[in-house]
């Protein structure tokens, strides 16, 4: 455990009301938008409710007290994490102590489970929580993906955390083999609360979501640059989450001049868009396009040897989360020496000049909505009340 001291270093506020019911702890930006959701929710039923925040301002708008920004401070990829770590042992040692000293009734951590998973660790070495024999609940809201790799995190989640949020159905039995109890409580898209960033439009543009990774865009917004190269006539936005990605896209369609008269580049955060077709990397931004029920497909392209470590680590059949929890491949996946521009632009012609695909995809994007849906008994805020011991 550190001093004190390590706490003031980082500016901690104290609880405004004296006390705290529940810490929610988000580190990334999706994370801090769906805790929010769950927040306000929560809020709503028990307006007495004390919610601090090591968020967002997401989480600030929905009324939690934020102690300190967290998601300014999120990193993505091996290399960030190791040029950061001391960074981040300091930050889990201060947040611990401020757990410490102020012992909320729950800590209520959201996926980023690197870092949370970690303090989790702490936290009961510490004696503070319930499983280290101290009155704190700990809580974990959007599990981390086991299903698709290190699947022995459950047995560490299950020796430190008392109840664990899921947002696929399916999540809830990769824990039936130990004590945690998992529940599912729906997916935060299907909130009626979430807005959409997307919707289908038949007389929009082709969508281009190459991710967030910039060495993944490098390899993978080529790919989807040469098949519009092959879709005369049709034009095309591409949307960008950061600076960093954005100087990537641009570099890419400096390339292909007689290209990039036909895409134009668009913030994450400049509104809904409207797409006639969809041509886009696995990750949060896909699966808003396919409860839109947008038409296109996946598309992935990584270093080679990459690619074969990461196929013999990772043991699911498909890249896409609508795919998987589909049992199908309704966005068919153009990946490796599959994504070859030639077939991609056939496909999405397709995409766009058939009548029956558009009906196809509609059709997808209704079941994967009644498969997201949340009981009607058991929502995310209602979870997060019945845990923290109010309900």
């Given amino acids: 455990m550190s001093d004190v001291l390590s706490m003031r270093s980082f500016n901690f506020a104290a609880p405004k009301s004296g006390g705290c019911d529940v810490l929610v702890i988000a580190g990334e930006h999706s994370g801090d938008e769906q805790a929010a959701r769950m927040v306000k929710g929560a809020l709503a039923a028990d307006p007495n409710l004390s919610v601090c925040a090591f968020g967002g301002e997401c989480l600030e708008r929905a009324g939690a007290q934020k102690i300190f920004d967290m998601t300014s401070f999120s990193v993505v990829g091996l ?21 410490c000293a102020y012992k909320p009734k729950a800590v209520c951590f959201v996926d980023y489970p690197g870092f949370n998973l970690h303090l989790a660790g702490v936290l009961k070495r510490c004696g503070v929580s319930r499983k280290g024999g101290g009155d704190v609940r ?5 599990s981390p993906q086991i299903w698709a790799w290190k699947a022995k995190r459950r047995f560490k989640m299950a020796d430190t955390l008392d109840a664990l949020a899921v947002i696929f159905p399916f999540e809830t039995q990769c824990y039936a083999d130990t004590s945690l109890t998992a529940t599912f409580v729906g997916h935060p898209f299907l909130e009626p609360s979430y807005e959409s960033p997307v919707r289908y439009d038949k007389d929009g543009e082709i969508l281009m979501l190459a991710g967030s990774r910039e060495i993944a865009v490098s390899r993978i917004f080529p790919v989807m640059v040469a098949a519009l190269r092959g879709i005369e006539g049709e034009r095309a936005v591409a949307i960008y989450p950061t600076r960093a990605i954005k100087a990537r896209l641009e570099k890419v369609l400096r390339n292909n001049p007689d290209v990039a008269k036909r895409v134009r580049l668009e913030g ?53 989360i609508a795919n998987i929890l589909l049992g199908a491949p309704a966005w068919p996946e153009f ?49 997060m009340l019945k845990n923290v011991g109010l309900k």
């Fill in 79 to 99: 290399a960030e994490v190791l040029k950061n770590y001391m960074f981040f042992k300091k930050l889990s040692a201060a947040v611990a102590d401020w757990i």
């Fill in 268 to 320: 994450n955060s400049g509104g809904v868009i409207g797409a006639k077709a969809v041509m886009m990397s696995s990750g949060t931004m896909s699966l808003s396009c396919s409860l839109a029920g947008i038409p296109g497909a996946i598309v992935y392209r990584a270093n080679p040897i990459t690619y074969a470590v990461g196929r013999s680590l990772v043991k699911i059949k498909y890249l896409s």
């Fill in 138 to 142: 700990l809580l974990y809201y959007i």
């Fill in 335 to 383: 990946i490796q020496y599959r994504a070859s521009e030639k077939r991609l632009a056939s496909y999405i012609r397709e995409c766009i000049e058939s009548p029956e695909k558009r009906a196809e995809f509609a059709e997808y994007a209704a079941k994967l909505k009644s498969v997201l849906h949340a009981p009607s008994d058991m929502s995310a805020s209602q979870w």
